[in-house]
Structure formats: structure tokens, C-alpha cells
């Protein structure tokens, strides 16, 4: 079985700001990790993913996750917020393995960006 | 066009009624999946098709029953609703295992 935990339900930060969103998994298979956004009043939309190869990923809007496997964390980053990133940001892991399996999300970090 | 749609967008109904909840995919997937997500923005997983057969179902009430007519439509349809069940419900679609999910936009379900 898997678990995600997001250490941080909230976090406020100002305009232009960075931010680090943290995400720490636990699981005894690999797995494959990914970032969801969440606007208000909408479904989540997939903002990352790594499934191999560079542990750095990025996304078009400036977010970037790192993958560290010995620590087993997945954390978020942006180096400057604008008031549009203002949403719910969810971790999930997926095992890699064949056949079908769950998507364990976390809790959900709600990012407030203040102007 | 909107990827994945379900509809209604609310449903607000008195406990004990049954109704249904629709999703549709145009993204040409074969595995669809219902989601809930409750007041604390906790999502947790409730079933899973692919191709039109159940792959995943989780210990959910047997009030719960899902229906897929095909892989582009997965439903759900919920008995004698509690006032637990007041949720934000998702519907989503994937290419297959360990994929990304996309979602719809979500009904949100209030019991009274």
C-alpha cells in the first residue's frame, strides 16, 4: 500500500515570493509520482509528473518538482508566485507495476497567494 | 470541447431519494473512474472501469452502483441517500495503468 503526505494544508505567501510545496510518499514498490491543481469550483488538472529519467521536472507555468528517492519526496517549488496560482495543489502516487492500480492522493496543500 | 463532462453540475436532494450522476469522455480512453471527494478536500478513489468492465471497487456502500455503457460513458447511480453522502463527486478518464488522470469538473452533491 501507498501513502502521500502533504506536511502543510495551508500556506500563504506573497506575490512574487517563491514557495515550496512539500510532498513525502511512503510505499514499498516504485512508484510514479504527479502534481494536480485544483481552481476553485473545478476538477483537478495535472501540473507534473515523473514517471523516469531527469528527477527535475517542470511544468509550462513555472512549477518545478524534484524527485528524491532516498528521501522519498516529490516537493513542489516556484520561485515567484503570481495571483493566479491561488488554488489547491494535491501530490498523488501510483505504483509501477502492471495491471491497474489505485492513485493514493494526499490531503491537498492550499496555496493563498497574497497581493 | 470539454474533455470529460458530467452532469448535473449540483444536485441538491432530500435523504432517501436515488439519483444518478453522468460522465462522459471525448479523449478516446478506456479506463474511467469515480471519485469523492469529501468537505476536507480528501480525494479518495470508489470505482474503477476499463473498457466497460470493473477493475477497482473499493469498500464503498452497495448503494453505490456503477454502470458503463460503453468506455466512453461511466455513471453512477446512489439509493436511499444519507446525509453522509453529501459530497463533491468526479468523474475521470485515463489511457490506462498508472497514467494520468484528467477529471471533469465535478458535482457536487448536498443531501438534506
Known amino acids: 500500500a501507498q501513502s502521500v503526505t502533504q506536511l502543510d494544508s495551508q500556506v500563504p505567501v506573497f506575490e512574487e515570493a517563491p514557495v515550496e510545496l512539500r510532498c513525502n510518499y511512503s510505499?514499498?514498490?516504485?512508484?510514479?509520482l504527479f502534481w494536480y491543481v485544483q481552481y476553485p469550483n473545478q476538477g483537478l488538472q495535472l501540473l507534473l509528473k515523473?514517471?523516469?529519467?531527469?528527477?527535475l521536472v517542470e511544468s509550462i507555468n513555472g512549477f518545478e518538482a524534484e524527485f528524491n528517492k532516498s528521501q522519498t519526496s516529490f516537493h513542489l517549488r516556484k520561485p515567484s508566485v503570481h495571483i493566479s496560482d491561488t488554488a489547491e495543489y494535491f501530490c498523488?502516487?501510483?505504483?509501477?507495476?502492471?495491471?491497474?492500480?489505485?492513485?493514493?492522493f494526499g490531503i491537498g496543500t492550499k496555496l493563498q497567494v497574497i497581493p | 470541447d470539454t474533455a470529460v463532462s458530467q452532469t448535473p453540475k449540483y444536485l441538491v436532494t432530500q435523504m432517501g431519494n436515488d439519483k444518478s450522476i453522468k460522465c462522459e469522455q471525448n479523449?478516446?480512453?478506456?479506463?474511467m473512474y469515480w471519485y469523492k471527494q469529501d468537505s476536507k478536500k480528501f480525494l479518495k478513489i470508489m470505482f474503477s472501469?476499463?473498457?466497460?468492465?470493473?477493475?477497482i471497487n473499493e469498500t464503498v456502500p452497495n448503494r453505490f452502483s456503477p454502470k458503463s455503457p460503453d468506455k466512453a460513458h461511466l455513471n453512477l447511480h446512489i439509493n436511499s441517500l444519507e446525509l453522509g453522502d453529501s459530497a463533491v463527486y468526479f468523474c475521470?478518464?485515463?489511457?490506462?495503468?498508472?497514467?494520468?488522470?484528467?477529471f471533469g469538473n465535478g458535482t457536487r452533491l448536498t443531501v438534506t
Open positions: 475521470a478518464s485515463s489511457q490506462g495503468p498508472n497514467s494520468p488522470l484528467h
Open positions: 510505499s514499498s514498490v516504485s512508484v510514479y
Open positions: 515523473y514517471l523516469s529519467g531527469s528527477t
Open positions: 498523488a502516487v501510483t505504483p509501477i507495476s502492471g495491471g491497474y492500480q489505485k492513485v493514493t
Open positions: 479523449l478516446g480512453h478506456d479506463t
Open positions: 472501469y476499463n473498457n466497460k468492465e470493473l477493475i
